[in-house]
């Protein structure tokens, strides 16, 4: 079964973060419920992968100013049929930053959270079972700005709340200091 690897991901994470239990549940819910949850084009929502990038310092986070949502995130997307949702992540952190020289921490789970998406165009409001890794960028940090972002930054973590007042992105943030010992 396609979907066994994250769900033994998510009862990993339930293990170091009890305190999540209804969002995690909620999650596996979703993925045990619906074979192609990792398809965009299951219209309820679907599996996202993304990063938490922080710098080798580990002081600063790159956010993307994402071109649909118009908000300050952390780089990420849709999984599009992958079920390795820390390939997922990888690839999108590529792809929408340019950063070639990226570790991961651990290919555990380091945050989850589900968030609605509102309707755009002739797509439907849906949500995202976002899946998210925490990663460090090794070496100089230059990236690039592509098509999907009005603009990247190297945000330092104490002054996350300039660029988002998103609940998820302070929770991101504290989680990687407490581990970075920051």
């Not at 170091?16 to 239990?21: C, F, I, L, Q």
């Not at 049929?81 to 290919?107: D, H, I, R, Y």
């Not at 929770?171 to 990687?176: G, I, Q």
Request: aromatic share 8%.
């Amino acid at each position: 079964m396609h979907r066994t690897s994250l769900l033994r991901l998510l009862d990993e994470y339930l293990i170091s973060y009890p305190g999540e239990e209804d969002c995690v549940l909620r999650c596996k819910d979703f993925v045990e419920r619906h074979e192609n949850c990792f398809e965009r084009s299951l219209q309820k929502g679907h599996i996202t992968g993304s990063a938490w990038i922080v710098d080798e310092s580990g002081e600063r986070t790159l956010l993307t100013h994402h071109r649909k949502l118009n908000l300050w995130l952390q780089p990420g997307g849709h999984a599009d049929g992958e079920s390795n949702v820390l390939k997922v992540a990888m690839q999108e952190c590529l792809e929408e930053t340019g950063l070639t020289s990226l570790e991961t921490f651990s290919e555990s789970i380091f945050d989850l959270d589900i968030h609605g998406i509102p309707a755009r165009k002739d797509e439907p409001s849906h949500f995202h079972y976002d899946i998210r890794f925490l990663v460090q960028q090794k070496g100089s940090g230059d990236y690039t700005v592509t098509e999907e972002s009005h603009d990247l930054a190297w945000v330092p973590m104490n002054e996350l709340e300039r660029y988002t007042d998103e609940w998820s992105m302070r929770r991101m943030r504290d989680k990687a200091v407490r581990l970075l010992g920051k």
